[in-house]
């Protein structure tokens, strides 16, 4: 039995992810935007210099949590070269902040094409139009770029690109945060420990 340690949210749920769930699904229901899927995602590359930017986690899972993006663009690059990551995720609607830690795994293809296939054809489209991270020359060019994929899968379906997917972020830390009066924040730590977590109420 993973212990306790005044971590009353541990009685809630065991497991973080299904807290993590239920604490959307409240954001949610009070009008948090992107659905609540909205998070920071934190890589650093192989020397340790560290990225940080807004992605959408559009799945997840008992194993992770999911989100999609150009496996060339600077955040898989470092994904690739050192898959150690955070997700911070803020929904002031309940005044709440989760935030995760663990790796990141590319997911299979048919993982990525099934999500891939349930996009609309103009994020399809732009997936392959957009070399991102990358410079470009200008927005017309870009734009050039979108109306040459157009033609090319005229009539047809937009297949996903090869360069294009998934990775699932398998968390071994997770951390749910509440806003309290004169800075006295709760906040419950989840360590995983075995098939199972480990739940402590730390200092805010
Ligand atoms: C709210 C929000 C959601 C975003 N969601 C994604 C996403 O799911 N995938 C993605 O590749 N980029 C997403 N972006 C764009 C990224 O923040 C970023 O600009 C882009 O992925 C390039 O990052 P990189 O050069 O560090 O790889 C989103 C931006 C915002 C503001």
Same mark, same amino acid.
């Given at each position: 039995?993973? $212990?306790?340690?005044?971590?009353?949210?541990?009685?809630? $749920?065991?497991?973080?992810?299904?807290?993590? @769930?239920?604490?959307?699904?409240?954001?949610?229901?009070?009008?948090?935007?992107?659905?609540?899927?909205?998070?920071?995602?934190?890589?650093?590359?192989?020397?340790?210099?560290?990225?940080?930017?807004?992605?959408?986690?559009?799945?997840?899972?008992?194993?992770? @949590? @999911?989100?999609?993006?150009?496996?060339?663009?600077?955040?898989?690059?470092?994904?690739?070269?050192?898959?150690?990551?955070?997700?911070?995720?803020?929904? #002031?609607?309940?005044?709440?902040?989760?935030?995760?830690?663990?790796?990141?795994?590319?997911?299979?293809?048919?993982?990525?094409?099934?999500?891939?296939?349930?996009? #609309?054809?103009?994020?399809?489209?732009?997936?392959?139009?957009?070399?991102?991270?990358?410079?470009?020359?200008?927005?017309?060019?870009?734009?050039?770029?979108?109306?040459?994929?157009?033609?090319?899968?005229?009539?047809?379906?937009? #297949?996903?690109?090869?360069?294009?997917?998934?990775?699932?972020?398998?968390?071994?830390?997770?951390?749910?945060?509440?806003?309290?009066?004169?800075? @006295?924040?709760?906040?419950?730590?989840?360590?995983?420990?075995?098939?199972?977590?480990?739940?402590?109420?730390?200092?805010?």
């Amino acid at each position: 039995m993973p $212990s306790l340690r005044g971590c009353y949210d541990a009685r809630v $749920s065991h497991d973080p992810i299904t807290l993590f @769930l239920e604490r959307r699904r409240a954001a949610v229901a009070a009008g948090a935007g992107f659905d609540g899927t909205a998070a920071v995602l934190a890589t650093a590359d192989r020397d340790g210099r560290p990225a940080a930017r807004w992605v959408l986690v559009k799945d997840v899972g008992p194993e992770g @949590l @999911l989100v999609f993006t150009n496996y060339e663009s600077r955040k898989a690059q470092d994904i690739e070269a050192n898959p150690r990551v955070a997700l911070a995720m803020h929904w #002031p609607e309940i005044d709440e902040q989760f935030r995760f830690e663990g790796r990141a795994e590319r997911l299979s293809a048919g993982e990525s094409d099934a999500y891939h296939a349930a996009r #609309p054809r103009g994020s399809q489209i732009a997936a392959w139009a957009s070399p991102q991270s990358r410079p470009i020359e200008s927005r017309e060019a870009l734009a050039v770029r979108v109306t040459e994929i157009e033609a090319r899968f005229d009539g047809v379906e937009v #297949p996903r690109p090869p360069f294009w997917g998934g990775y699932r972020v398998v968390p071994d830390r997770a951390e749910r945060w509440i806003n309290g009066a004169d800075r @006295l924040h709760d906040r419950f730590v989840y360590t995983r420990d075995g098939d199972g977590w480990t739940c402590e109420r730390w200092a805010p």
